[in-house]
């Protein structure tokens, strides 16, 4: 077993991760004459709608749903900026009617539109879309991939795209029908890059407002910006030129996560690595999930009871730079392991984080995390990839666009 005192004096240092859960009050349920119940709360999930138009693209600020798939693509050869206008138009229109559980024009399945269960489609521009539509002059300074870090180890596969769509839902049946349709409707432009599926709670385990967990069973999330100054400030796009305002930008990391090796530490261990509890996220120094951590305190040995190195010690914003904060929206994946390892499982997480600038914020968090992190022992990043997220539409709206990135493309 090992100890707290050994694990502190003799643990190496490790790179960054995140954490997810709670509790939720249980559903109302009708009951039936054959034993069977429905619940109430289950009968309104199936037509809960997140209304598509805005101000900000939906899928952003949006409470997490249970379900995400999230989908990259490769502009082909040959489609220019009017076919990526075309593209978005179309991708716009129907991920509009799919959202409020309409059947899109020509779709055959209206069976498998009616029950969006929160169903959220967000898109996003990658570098290189900038070059294809020939506006490379527009392109954002900050546009660019992450840069490397000496503890990654990425695997191109999960790299830089042209597009992404990130797709949500309750429903696993209407996520799965609502990211089909949006690759078969996008088919002459665009080819499929990577596929990235994840997960969280079913709707209904946990409050909407708790803070999700991980597969290392750590809370993920608690520092989240909460109120809507607090996203304001963190993740919607202020300055710059009128297309990207009220617009955001969408880090995704893909984070292998070790738990054959995490499992073998005692919990203490697992704690302070991480400077907060298991059961509740409390700071090691406090016991509620969102207390303020007191990285003075010293426990009996004389040792910080928060260790300098832990995964919220070097993650919070350094000292002066209150910008480096970003709204985190992970997920988790589970996949099949490979059956020629001696590995249990290969899992980890879909790490995807909205900024308004993300050499400013993303990039130096993880530059300190790769520097020093508990956690590195446990995680590898093993995909990256950076896309601007357009501002939100409304048709109806002359003050906003039409379709994605329409005040761009038809700048």
């Known amino acids: 077993m090992v100890t707290r005192r050994g694990f502190l004096t003799g ?31 289950q009968v ?7 209304p598509f138009d805005g101000r900000h693209q939906a899928g952003i600020a949006t409470p997490h749903q249970a379900g995400l798939n999230l989908v990259a693509f490769t502009i082909r050869p040959g489609v220019d900026r009017d076919g990526i206008t075309r593209l978005m138009r179309l991708w716009t229109e129907d991920a509009r009617r799919l959202c409020a559980g309409q059947t899109p024009l020509g779709s055959l399945e209206p069976e498998l539109t009616v029950n969006p269960a929160n169903l959220t489609i967000t898109c996003g521009f990658g570098s290189r879309l900038f070059d294809i539509a020939g506006i490379a002059d527009q392109r954002p300074d900050w546009l660019h991939p992450i840069p490397a870090f000496q503890r990654d180890q990425l695997d191109d596969k999960w790299g830089e795209a042209d597009l992404v769509l990130q797709v949500c839902s309750d429903d696993p ?4 029908h609502a990211t089909r349709h949006m690759i078969r409707a996008g088919v002459d432009y665009v080819g499929t890059r990577w596929f990235q599926s994840g997960f969280l709670n079913a709707n209904g385990v946990l409050d909407k407002k708790a803070t999700p967990r991980n597969l290392f069973g750590q809370k993920d999330g608690t520092v989240n910006p909460r109120t809507d100054e607090e996203i304001q400030q963190a ?18 990391r893909r984070i292998a996560m070790n738990l054959d090796t995490w499992e073998i530490l005692d919990r203490t261990s697992r704690e302070v690595s991480v400077g907060r509890t298991l059961d ?8 509620d999930e969102f207390d303020d951590p007191d ?12 260790d300098p190195v832990s995964h919220m010690a070097r993650s919070k ?35 995807i984080c909205f ?44 003050g906003k666009d039409e379709f994605w990135g329409a005040g761009l493309l038809q700048a």
């Open 295 to 306: 990285y003075t305190a010293t426990d009996s040995y004389g040792l910080p009871v928060i």
């Open 355 to 398: 900024q308004k600038n993300p050499d400013l914020q993303f990039t130096p968090i993880q530059q300190r995390l790769d520097e020093a992190d508990r956690l590195n022992q446990w995680i590898t990043h093993i995909g990256s990839a950076v896309f601007f997220m357009p501002p939100g539409t409304d048709p109806d709206d002359p």
């Open 317 to 351: 914003p350094a000292e002066g730079h209150p910008e480096q904060v970003i709204l985190r929206r992970p997920y988790n994946y589970d996949l099949e392991p490979d059956p020629t390892s001696e590995e249990l499982s290969n899992a980890g997480l879909v790490f």
């Open 235 to 252: 993740a919607w796009i202020e300055e710059g030129p009128d297309w990207a305002i009220d617009g955001s930008v969408m880090v995704v």
């Open 280 to 287: 509740t996220g409390a700071p090691l120094t406090g016991t």
């Open 173 to 176: 049946v209407t996520l799965s």
């Open 11 to 41: 643990a190496g240092v490790i790179a960054g991760g995140s954490a997810l859960a709670a509790c939720a009050p249980a559903a109302q349920t009708t009951g039936a004459a054959d034993g069977t119940s429905t619940s109430i709360d």
């Open 44 to 50: 309104n999930l199936a037509v809960q709608t997140v």
